[in-house]
């Protein structure tokens, strides 16, 4: 059974940054493509970026191309999110989920294994 723990969330005002982190036990992260959505009240899970393992390739969503990073650490079996320039319409609880791809439009129903999930405030 894959397991993902997501951390690194929190309260951050405006414009401010943050760093999310999976992890990962009993599978490495680097055989698989690692995927980051999110989820606002009463909104739909959405696939916000992607890195492929095949060739490190990554995808963003439009709403965060050039403000999010997605990023792995294969020696520490790590994936990341780095979040920058953070806007209130970035509150959300974050997670982290495994596919062997990453599929176009990142549908989350494509995705079988996930975290619980990490929340992220942006509040001033």
């Known amino acids: 059974q894959v397991q993902l723990v997501e951390s690194g969330g929190g309260l951050v005002q405006p414009g401010g940054s943050l760093r999310l982190s999976c992890a990962a036990s009993?599978?490495?992260?680097?055989?698989?493509?690692i995927a980051w959505f999110r989820q606002a009240p009463g909104k739909e899970r959405e696939g916000i970026s992607c890195m492929d393992a095949s060739d490190g390739s990554t995808v963003y969503a439009d709403s965060v191309k050039g403000r999010f990073t997605i990023s792995r650490d294969t020696a520490r079996n790590m994936v990341y999110l780095q979040m920058d320039r953070l806007r209130p319409e970035d509150t959300a609880v974050y997670f982290c989920?495994?596919?062997?791809?990453?599929?176009?439009?990142?549908?989350?129903?494509?995705?079988?294994?996930w975290g619980q999930g990490t929340q992220v405030t942006v509040s001033s």
């Open positions: 009993e599978f490495t992260l680097g055989y698989y493509g």
């Open positions: 989920a495994a596919n062997l791809i990453c599929p176009a439009g990142l549908p989350a129903a494509d995705f079988g294994s």
